[in-house]
């Protein structure tokens, strides 16, 4: 009996994974043949709108570029497939910008070249999410907050503010150099990872939980204090620094 029944398991088995090759094989040829060469060719429209931002969303994959520039408005240059294009939703709602697709097609080659460059004059809050990457290579000054989660990446250069705040989460990973701040406060939680560099920085917060790790031996502070906890890691260089860990956090300061 009980060999009749591990030869029934093994059979159900064999069965499931035999459909669900089929399934596989059947989708990637039907993906190539829905997908002709001109729905992969890259498109490029303009869209603008007026005032200034006070929040940039970016979510669903898309990678995207800030560039600070003396204008009015807001410029953005789009380039994605025609598919994608018709699915993109870049709304302007009092001072919110958001740039996400309503619908995910289900053949990543679709939307993997969707990229956003963003022309205006303002330093706008950011919100980063599903996958989405922000670069910014000019001066950015005024920056306050910044959230990044699930699996979404930012790469920023010469931030100057008075506070600012970041909170990394769900694999989430931030690379930032701040050039002055007078209060840094950095929450990295979840398998998020957050790597600050720069100068002439006064007061930074460091929290790191649920295997979170923050990187600031590259940046500059006179005080500051840091709290580690469950597989947490922090690592900075700070000559006036209050730590404290907890459930297998570590933090590891140089001075």
Known sequence: MKTLLKLLLFVLVAL?????????YRTTFQEKEEHSEKDLELVTKEVSFDG???TLRVATGIK???????????????TTTP???????TKMTDGKLELY???MWRSFRLYKDTHITIIASAAPEIDLSSG????????????SKVGISSGAHLNMDNVVSSQVKFRVSSGANADVCISHADSIAADVTSGGALCLKGEQNNFVSLLASSGGSI???????????AKASSGASIRCDIPDLKSETSSGGSIKNRK
Do not use: P, W
């Open 16 to 24: 499931a994974l035999v459909s669900l090759a089929r399934y596989a």
């Open 52 to 54: 200034d931002i006070q």
């Open 64 to 78: 995207a570029d800030y560039q600070v520039k003396d204008t009015t408005g807001v410029r953005l240059v789009i």
């Open 83 to 89: 598919k994608c294009m018709e699915q993109l939703q």
């Open 101 to 103: 697709f309503q619908h």
């Open 132 to 143: 989405a990457s922000l670069k910014v290579s000019d001066g950015y000054e005024g920056l």
């Open 215 to 225: 990187n600031a031996t590259e940046m500059q502070a006179t005080t500051g204090k």
